[in-house]
């Protein structure tokens, strides 16, 4: 079972920008067709100032972390037990290329399932622009299978 005392505690923050070449290659990936989210131009005559980020980009910009398996290394959890139990993301505001995005993250809960067998770590992050303002909410569950 996975240490409860680790409830709150706050993970590295950092920040990453939202460059539109990275935002390009994202939309290409997930087979995004609409050009807003790949061209300036038709972005700006929608009435964007640039291009708007994917709504879960937020995601990919997350794992630019200096640390992305930092809660695996806090915790000892084994890579090649883990699986992703879900992601949800609630927004506040768009987000566009040339943001400056930050990220704090915190793990909000640990519990177990199934007599041990799995425990299950929240970790809530909090995004917000080079202005200050909360742009989403960011929730991750990850799994442990202790069988």
């Known amino acids: 079972m996975l240490d409860k005392n680790y409830i709150g505690h706050k993970l590295t923050g950092f920040s990453a920008e939202a460059n539109v070449e990275r935002l390009r290659f994202f939309a290409k990936a997930i087979g995004q067709q609409d ?28 794992m630019s972390a200096p640390n992305p398996a930092e809660v695996r290394d806090l915790l000892g959890i084994d890579w090649g037990k883990v699986l992703h139990g879900g992601q949800s993301f609630v927004y506040h505001q768009m987000a566009f290329a040339g943001d400056r995005l930050s990220f704090q993250g915190q793990i909000i809960d640990i519990y177990d399932k199934k007599g041990g067998a799995l425990d299950f770590v929240v970790i809530d992050t909090r995004v917000t622009n080079q202005d200050g303002a909360l742009v989403a909410e960011l929730r991750k569950t990850t799994v442990l299978r202790n069988i």
Not at 41 to 48: D, M
Request: charged share 10%; hydrophobic share 45%; proline share 18%.
């Open 35 to 62: 050009p807003i989210y790949t061209d300036i131009l038709v972005a700006q005559k929608a009435g964007y100032p640039t291009v708007p980020l994917p709504p879960t980009f937020l995601f990919c910009l997350e």
